[in-house]
């Protein structure tokens, strides 16, 4: 059984870590409520970019590999977008099982690119080859990153390295729930295959085809990477906000466990004390008996 002496630096060592799991929650709870902010705020830009995109693949009579595809896939590209630091519970964990979940799917050669320290060091120890890692802007995000990034991916797709380019991220919902997703960054003109749209595009298509000024390659060649940056910006955005808001109930849950831990320690410590307590009034009394019957 642990002396009172012990109780006691074990209930201190407790509420200092309490203290700082409570820190770091507020801390979190501060930064989520400005990344809340900034995807809420690009999510329907994202998202019309996205759709416009979809309709002039659709519509479009480009042979452009980025609009159409190659005839044959022979490798992919998949870029993981993970946090830098931990103390975030599964965040991490599910976007990384998604993306060998995906390896598995596709080729099990496929080319990795990392976003986030987690992601790096994940796919080190497994012994994946990192063709790419980009790290030190998960916590904040700017459109320079996703810039970055989307011109490594684009080019990887012409110089014919890779024949499709997939993108894997939590989305956010909120605070409580982000849900690992999948995204076909390019080629894009089956995207919309997921959504069962795809009859309808195939009515419009030839109907109502798009009319480029000046080349269609040329206007394409500026507006796929374009695409492909906003695409990759939007998923950063949902990707930060994730993490405040996994790594803020994580926080919050850590220090609710501690907080009990110290209260059952502290429980403990007391009874440990009224114990030794009454054992030394026993053993006065016995002493007391022992002189008054000598």
Same mark, same amino acid.
């Given at each position: #059984?642990?002396?009172?002496?012990?109780?006691?630096?074990?209930?201190?060592?407790?509420?200092?870590?309490?203290?700082?799991? /409570? @820190?770091?929650?507020?801390? /979190?709870?501060?930064?989520?409520?400005?990344?809340?902010?900034?995807?809420?705020?690009?999510?329907?830009?994202?998202?019309?970019? *996205?759709?416009? #995109?979809?309709?002039?693949?659709?519509?479009?009579?480009?042979?452009? &590999? !980025? !609009?159409? $595809?190659?005839?044959?896939?022979?490798?992919?590209?998949?870029?993981?977008?993970?946090?830098?630091?931990?103390?975030?519970?599964?965040?991490?964990?599910?976007?990384?099982?998604?993306?060998?979940?995906?390896?598995?799917?596709?080729?099990?050669?496929?080319?990795?690119?990392?976003?986030?320290?987690? /992601?790096?060091?994940?796919?080190?120890?497994?012994?994946?080859?990192?063709?790419?890692?980009? %790290?030190?802007?998960?916590? /904040?995000?700017?459109?320079?990153?996703?810039?970055?990034?989307?011109?490594?991916?684009?080019?990887?797709?012409?110089?014919?390295?890779?024949?499709?380019?997939?993108?894997?991220?939590?989305?956010?919902?909120?605070?409580?729930?982000?849900?690992?997703?999948?995204?076909?960054?390019? &080629?894009?003109?089956?995207?919309?295959?997921?959504?069962? *749209?795809?009859?309808?595009?195939?009515?419009?298509?030839? *109907?109502?085809?798009?009319?480029?000024?000046?080349? @269609?390659?040329?206007?394409?060649?500026?507006?796929? &990477?374009?695409?492909?940056?906003? !695409?990759?910006?939007? @998923?950063?955005?949902?990707?930060?906000?994730?993490?405040?808001?996994?790594?803020?109930?994580? !926080?919050?849950?850590?220090?609710?466990? %501690?907080?009990?831990?110290?209260?059952?320690?502290?429980?403990?410590?007391?009874?440990?004390? +009224?114990?030794?307590?009454? +054992?030394?009034?026993?053993?006065?009394? $016995? $002493?007391?008996?022992?002189?008054?019957?000598?």
């Amino acid at each position: #059984m642990a002396s009172i002496r012990d109780l006691k630096r074990q209930i201190s060592s407790v509420r200092n870590q309490s203290r700082v799991f /409570s @820190a770091l929650q507020t801390v /979190s709870a501060v930064k989520f409520r400005k990344a809340e902010s900034r995807v809420k705020k690009a999510r329907p830009y994202a998202e019309n970019v *996205d759709e416009m #995109m979809r309709e002039v693949a659709a519509k479009s009579t480009s042979k452009a &590999p !980025m !609009m159409a $595809g190659r005839g044959e896939v022979r490798r992919v590209a998949v870029a993981s977008l993970t946090s830098d630091r931990g103390l975030c519970g599964s965040f991490n964990s599910q976007v990384l099982r998604r993306t060998m979940r995906l390896r598995q799917e596709k080729d099990s050669d496929a080319l990795q690119v990392a976003s986030g320290r987690k /992601s790096v060091s994940f796919f080190r120890f497994r012994g994946v080859e990192v063709s790419e890692e980009f %790290t030190g802007h998960t916590d /904040s995000p700017s459109y320079e990153d996703a810039r970055e990034i989307g011109r490594k991916l684009t080019q990887l797709f012409e110089d014919e390295e890779v024949d499709e380019v997939y993108l894997v991220y939590n989305r956010f919902e909120s605070a409580l729930t982000q849900r690992p997703f999948v995204k076909k960054l390019l &080629p894009i003109a089956d995207e919309g295959s997921d959504d069962g *749209d795809d009859s309808q595009n195939e009515d419009s298509g030839p *109907d109502v085809p798009f009319e480029f000024i000046s080349s @269609a390659e040329e206007i394409l060649g500026k507006l796929v &990477p374009r695409y492909v940056e906003t !695409m990759l910006w939007q @998923a950063l955005l949902e990707s930060a906000t994730g993490e405040h808001g996994a790594r803020m109930t994580a !926080m919050k849950s850590a220090t609710d466990n %501690t907080n009990e831990l110290a209260d059952t320690l502290t429980l403990k410590m007391n009874k440990a004390r +009224q114990a030794q307590i009454t +054992q030394e009034l026993l053993e006065i009394v $016995g $002493g007391a008996e022992a002189l008054a019957s000598s």
